[in-house]
């Protein structure tokens, strides 16, 4: 059984930065990209970031691009997003999933609010 878990979420004013987490486990993750999707209020998910097992590619959504950075750890199964320069805007639910081309997986999702 797949799981991811996500953590890091919380509250940041604007122009802040946080860190999120995600721990995988569960099966071989190899061969497919890992990724982070978000959810505002009222707002359809949106795709944000992906990274290949290996550590390589990288991809981003248009929002975050030089803002956001996703990186994993190669001796675990952990994958990083690191959010800098934070806007109102990037106020959502935050999301693992697995693979991130066509998600099977998801975590429970963890709350990032940008205040001004």
């Known amino acids: 059984q797949v799981q991811l878990v996500e953590s890091g979420g919380g509250f940041v004013q604007a122009g802040g930065s946080l860190r999120l987490s995600c721990a995988a486990s569960?099966?071989?993750?190899?061969?497919?990209?890992i990724g982070w999707f978000r959810q505002a209020p009222g707002k359809e998910r949106e795709f944000v970031a992906a990274?290949?097992?290996?550590?390589?590619?990288?991809d981003y959504g248009d929002s975050v691009k030089g803002r956001f950075t996703i990186s994993k750890d190669k001796t675990k199964n952990t994958v990083s997003l690191q959010m800098n320069a934070l806007k109102l805007e990037d106020t959502a639910v935050y999301y693992c999933?697995?693979?991130?081309?066509?998600?099977?997986?998801w975590g429970q999702g963890t709350q990032v609010t940008v205040s001004s």
């Open positions: 999933a697995w693979p991130s081309d066509s998600p099977r997986y």
């Open positions: 569960g099966r071989s993750f190899n061969s497919y990209p």
């Open positions: 990274i290949g097992w290996s550590g390589f590619p990288k």
